[in-house]
């Protein structure tokens, strides 16, 4: 199957440092990109929706300064957590969709994730 | 607005039980529901979906049917294994994909 790949898989970082995580789908070109939070044992929450090309759409409650999201190719969409706090530490999943396919009744590839740890 | 209730867990099952998860939904029109699973140390992988009313989903054993008149998709196995230990989610989309919270499953040997 088609492969999503997310780096780093891991990143400690001090209060108020800025965080760079990249998402590549590695065999197919993706136009949309989705960013993800995941809380221990809770569900994964959409946090913006990534076109390549254009401005990210974020969801309700989503601070768009505070998590840039950048796509610039159709194979690499980035998420910067600025001035990160200990609060922001989460797991960060990223999802690609298939650009032949482009509906979200055709699959969307999960990255495995980045645990971000803000000290 | 649109979601997803699943069961809660954790399930603990012996190896060879049959396996039920429920999941049932709230949606406007009709969606496309999903089964993703989340093995240990690993990302979300799909495991079976339904685009319409009826269909059934099928994978490694597990099977699920998009139930309209219930509004449910409830994920079954005859004979769980071992290996079948993870996290299972139930997700409906339209734009994009909404999930529930995640089932916990254990399969003890």
Same mark, same amino acid.
């Given at each position: 199957?088609?492969?999503?790949?997310?780096?780093?898989?891991?990143?400690?970082?001090?209060?108020?440092?800025?965080?760079?995580?990249?998402?590549?789908?590695?065999?197919?070109?993706?136009?949309?990109?989705?960013?993800?939070?995941?809380?221990?044992?809770?569900?994964?929450?959409?946090?913006?929706?990534?076109?390549?090309?254009?401005?990210?759409?974020?969801?309700?409650?989503?601070?768009?300064?505070?998590?840039?999201?950048?796509?610039?190719?159709?194979?690499?969409?980035?998420?910067?957590?600025?001035?990160?706090?200990?609060?922001?530490?989460?797991?960060?999943?990223?999802?690609?969709?298939?650009?032949?396919?482009? #509906?979200?009744?055709? #699959?969307?590839?999960?990255?495995?994730?980045?645990?971000?740890?803000?000290? | 607005?649109?979601?997803v209730t699943q069961m809660e867990g954790?399930v603990?099952?012996?190896?060879?039980?049959f396996l039920t998860i429920n999941c049932t939904y709230?949606?406007?029109?009709?969606?496309?529901l999903f089964w993703y699973?989340?093995?240990?140390?690993?990302?979300?992988?799909?495991l079976l979906k339904a685009?319409?009313a009826d269909d059934k989903g099928s994978?490694?054993g597990f099977e699920a049917t998009y139930r309209k008149e219930t509004t449910s998709f409830h994920l079954e196995k005859g004979?769980v294994?071992?290996?079948?230990?993870?996290?299972y989610f139930c997700a409906l989309?339209?734009?994009?994909?909404?999930?529930g919270?995640?089932t916990?499953l254990?399969?003890?040997?």
């Amino acid at each position: 199957g088609a492969v999503v790949s997310q780096h780093p898989s891991r990143v400690i970082c001090k209060s108020g440092t800025s965080v760079k995580i990249e998402c590549r789908s590695l065999d197919f070109q993706a136009t949309t990109m989705f960013w993800y939070r995941q809380f221990p044992k809770k569900s994964l929450m959409l946090m913006a929706t990534s076109n390549e090309g254009s401005k990210a759409t974020y969801e309700q409650g989503v601070e768009k300064d505070k998590f840039l999201i950048n796509h610039a190719s159709l194979t690499l969409s980035t998420l910067t957590v600025t001035s990160a706090h200990p609060e922001d530490s989460s797991f960060y999943i990223c999802s690609a969709r298939d650009r032949e396919t482009g #509906t979200v009744r055709d #699959t969307q590839y999960f990255g495995p994730g980045t645990r971000l740890t803000v000290l | 607005g649109d979601s997803v209730t699943q069961m809660e867990g954790p399930v603990t099952l012996s190896e060879e039980a049959f396996l039920t998860i429920n999941c049932t939904y709230t949606a406007t029109g009709y969606p496309s529901l999903f089964w993703y699973v989340q093995y240990p140390g690993e990302g979300l992988q799909l495991l079976l979906k339904a685009t319409k009313a009826d269909d059934k989903g099928s994978n490694k054993g597990f099977e699920a049917t998009y139930r309209k008149e219930t509004t449910s998709f409830h994920l079954e196995k005859g004979s769980v294994q071992v290996s079948d230990s993870a996290v299972y989610f139930c997700a409906l989309g339209h734009d994009k994909i909404i999930f529930g919270k995640g089932t916990r499953l254990h399969i003890l040997p």
